[in-house]
């Protein structure tokens, strides 16, 4: 097993600010940068554990950067870091945290930090903690009427809460609920007794 510390691939068209990223999180993180979409692409491989990916980009869009990340079976955990509000166009997106431009150096190592730890899991938690930030951001940034009014919150809601059902028996067979909790530092007030993970410590 390698000893290597962890490889953040940033994804970013603005170098000052790549490099930026590169500099918090090099004293912990390998990272590898690329200043665009189709250099993003070269520099992809299995080594990657993390990719933080701005979604507005020349020539290849984070979007699609993140669509060819998935169809090509790469196992990482993908960040959108943009300026980009999220719409309910992000339920069908396969990242698995957002954060919205500027971000903080705390906010962005306490992303990475999140994300690298959740890949320990298996598919199925990895899938909750996607679903779980999606709906928390959509709540954050969506009024209430809004949120009634979509289709795709409501379907977001019903396959958390699918899903969520689906791992109770995970959850509560761990011998300490501990490492997981920390993982929801980043949803409502980072307990898992907020929306979509109320009732995970029953049983």
């Known amino acids: 097993m ?3 510390p962890p490889l953040v691939l940033v994804v970013e068209d603005e170098p000052d600010l790549a490099d930026l990223y590169a500099a918090w999180l090099g004293d912990e993180y390998r990272v590898r940068t690329a200043y ?3 250099e993003a692409l070269d ?3 299995d080594e990657v554990d993390v990719i933080l990916l701005d979604r507005r980009m020349p020539g290849l869009s984070g979007d699609e950067v993140l669509v060819a990340v998935r169809d090509r079976g790469i196992d990482c955990r993908v960040a959108m870091v943009t300026a980009v509000e999220p719409d309910f166009d992000i339920v ?3 990242f ?3 954060l919205v ?4 150096k705390d906010a962005l190592r306490e992303t990475v930090d999140e994300l690298y730890e959740r890949s320990q899991y298996d598919a199925g938690v990895q899938e909750f903690f996607s679903l779980a930030s999606k709906k928390a951001l959509l709540e954050s940034e969506k009024s209430q009427a809004a949120l009634e009014e979509s289709e795709e919150y ?3 809601t019903a396959d958390l809460e699918a899903l969520k059902e689906d791992l109770d028996d995970t959850v ?3 011998d300490s609920h501990t490492d997981f909790e920390t993982l929801f530092r980043g949803f409502g007030d980072g307990t898992p007794d907020d929306g979509a993970f109320e009732e995970l410590d029953d049983g």
């Not at 431009?101 to 903080?104: A, E, G, L």
């Open 36 to 38: 665009g979409g189709r």
């Open 2 to 4: 390698s000893e290597e």
């Open 101 to 104: 431009k500027p971000v903080t």
């Open 172 to 174: 509560t067979s761990m």
């Open 154 to 156: 409501r379907q977001l």
């Open 43 to 45: 520099a992809l491989d």
């Open 96 to 98: 698995d945290d957002y």
């Open 92 to 94: 069908a997106m396969g």
